[in-house]
């Protein structure tokens, strides 16, 4: 009860200064009541420190620092396993998925001076990189005289699972490839993922790994913490009741699905 409060307390927090590493945390600690959140907290601020102390001005500083030197990576053999989308494992196992790697190349990009965002892109989540202004000739000289725009399609995009760099034509490749050619290409999908964005979609993962095992409870507990983030969704509040009547169904017993 007291770890739902706590996350229940941080996502009440406005979109934009949600803490999207300590929700992460408090949610691995609701589906494992020993976890410690501090010292997973610690390793990650311990990364973070190291990342201010170093030079990291691009995307490939970036890429080479989380990957190179603290070797995260993607977990392709095991992908569905619980244990990818949960950050503390992800911090201990340095393995992962596209999302909660994510959170990893997040907060060291902003314990430096890059601008970066998470891109909540249909089937894989990748991280973009904003150039500085002045970083061409052209632009800089756009930046000196005041003219400067903001151009989201030069921004550098990163993969965080595959650890490279990706170019637009190549998200929409791998779109092609994850549903058949059934989803249309749309530039809006490169947009910033807002922190609750985030959230929701980290937790939505487990859920659907969950529910494929037949895991109601586990599926319930995902549920019932997506509805702490948005509790007005009227989808998750549908699946939740959907759910509720299933474990009616099975006597109550909600450790297996059918």
């Known amino acids: 009860?007291?770890?739902?409060?706590?996350?229940?307390?941080?996502?009440?927090?406005?979109?934009?200064?949600?803490?999207?590493?300590?929700?992460?945390?408090?949610?691995?600690?609701?589906?494992?009541?020993?976890?410690?959140?501090?010292?997973?907290?610690?390793?990650?601020?311990?990364?973070?420190?190291?990342?201010?102390?170093?030079?990291?001005?691009?995307?490939?500083?970036?890429?080479?620092?989380?990957?190179?030197?603290?070797?995260?990576?993607?977990?392709?053999?095991?992908?569905?396993?619980?244990?990818?989308?949960?950050?503390?494992?992800?911090?201990?196992k340095r393995q992962g998925i596209p999302i909660s790697l994510a959170l990893i190349y997040l907060t060291v990009g902003n314990s430096t001076n890059l601008s970066v965002?998470?891109?909540?892109?249909?089937?894989?989540?990748?991280?973009?990189?904003?150039?500085?202004?002045?970083?061409?000739?052209?632009?800089?000289?756009?930046?000196?005289?005041?003219?400067?725009?903001?151009?989201?399609?030069?921004?550098?995009?990163?993969?965080?699972?595959?650890?490279?760099?990706?170019?637009?034509s190549q998200c929409f490749k791998l779109l092609d490839q994850l549903y058949q050619g059934q989803v249309r290409h749309d530039e809006n999908y490169f947009a910033p993922a807002g922190n609750d964005t985030i959230l929701l979609r980290l937790i939505e993962n487990v859920k659907a790994i969950y529910l494929k095992q037949g895991s109601a409870d586990k599926a319930l507990t995902c549920l019932d913490y997506q509805l702490l983030v948005s509790p007005q969704d009227a989808n998750l509040l549908h699946q939740q009741q959907q759910l509720l009547e299933h474990i009616q169904k099975q006597g109550g017993d909600s450790s297996v699905m059918h």
């Open 1 to 92: 009860m007291q770890n739902r409060k706590a996350f229940l307390t941080a996502v009440q927090q406005p979109a934009a200064s949600l803490d999207t590493v300590q929700c992460a945390l408090l949610f691995s600690q609701a589906l494992n009541p020993g976890l410690d959140v501090q010292k997973h907290t610690d390793i990650l601020n311990s990364i973070a420190k190291d990342a201010e102390n170093s030079c990291i001005d691009s995307a490939e500083a970036l890429l080479s620092f989380v990957h190179g030197k603290h070797h995260f990576r993607g977990n392709p053999d095991e992908y569905y396993q619980i244990e990818n989308s949960l950050l503390d494992s992800v911090l201990e």
């Open 117 to 168: 965002y998470g891109i909540s892109f249909p089937g894989h989540f990748l991280i973009g990189v904003r150039l500085p202004p002045e970083s061409t000739p052209e632009a800089k000289t756009l930046h000196e005289a005041g003219t400067a725009q903001a151009d989201p399609s030069s921004d550098k995009l990163i993969d965080p699972f595959t650890a490279r760099i990706v170019s637009r």
